[in-house]
């Protein structure tokens, strides 16, 4: 079973129709980063449980419902009454899509350790606002630290909102500290040059010396990229798809990465090392066709299984 920790929130989407210069209607629509890592790997048919504290509230109620229809196991999720994270989302011309965040005070902040995870884990995945937000990032991070070093496989994808980083520096300090615990990163390139503050092909060497057994880099249109500590490089081009946005692709790459390796059994430093280029550009490619059915429609929409096997 893989574990996603991390927030679940509601997405304001522009409703569609909206005329540009107006503001028009906003749709909610159910999303954050782990949520939607999560919700993707149970339509997957991965054996999956996430972590998080939701809302009491009819967001948290609805967002509770997506999981449980999507299989996932919702043993790991707390409540509280304190309101449902939001985040506004507004649309580039391409589908690319730029937030800003309402967190105060809300429900996935304030996550308590779960303990030690189900003796079922096979891995954790961890990532974007819930490790930047106090105080359940050091709550996450706590429990990266103690998985990985009971021997988890521990996947990270950062997805930074650098909005809602007060302390570059201190962030891009922090998140080297998590490299010893981290077993596979996945970031885009965007992601990547903010943390290097600079190149980030150099940065991605300097990563992998810190720990990470592979990196694996999406770069939209471009594809998809992975390198590992052993100087393996595999490329996958992109899926052309016509673009509705681009909301929830990056979780969607990072939950088929996972779920592919997953059912390869290759869920281990040591399995991941072992892949041949050939397999690494099966699990790309395998992401780059997710993603692209999630770009395909509105929203965070990750596929299904079957769709996928239709393709």
Known sequence: MIIVGGEALVDLVPDPSTMDGELGPLLPRLGGGPYNVAVALGRLDVPTGFVSRLSTDQFGDALLDRLVTAGVDVGGVQRGAEPTTLAVVGLAADGSARYSFHTEGTADRLVTDPGPLDSRATALALGTLSLVLEP????????????????????????????????????????????????????????????????????????????????????????????????????????????????????????????????????????????????????????????????????????????????
Not at 177 to 202: F, Y
């Open 136 to 311: 359940g990032a050091s709550v996450y991070e706590q429990m990266m630290r103690r998985e990985a070093g009971r021997g988890l496989f521990v996947s990270l994808d950062p997805n930074i909102r650098s909005g809602l980083i007060p302390d570059a520096e201190a962030y891009r300090a922090r998140f080297r500290s998590w490299l010893p615990h981290v077993t596979l990163l996945k970031l885009s390139v965007e992601d990547a040059a903010w943390l290097a503050d600079g190149d980030p092909q150099a940065a991605v060497a300097d990563w992998l010396t810190a720990g990470p057994a592979a990196v694996v880099l999406t770069s939209g249109g471009e594809g998809l990229t992975v390198r590992t500590a052993e100087g393996l490089t595999a490329h996958a081009a992109a899926t052309a798809v016509d673009v509705v946005d681009t909301i929830g692709a990056g979780d969607t790459v990072h939950a088929a990465t996972l779920g592919w390796l997953s059912q390869q059994g290759a869920l281990s430093r040591q399995a991941l090392l072992a892949l041949t280029g050939q397999q690494w550009r099966q699990a790309l490619e395998f992401a780059g066709r997710a993603a692209a059915l999630t770009c395909s429609r509105a929203g965070a929409e990750p596929p299904y299984a079957a769709e996928l096997q239709a393709r």
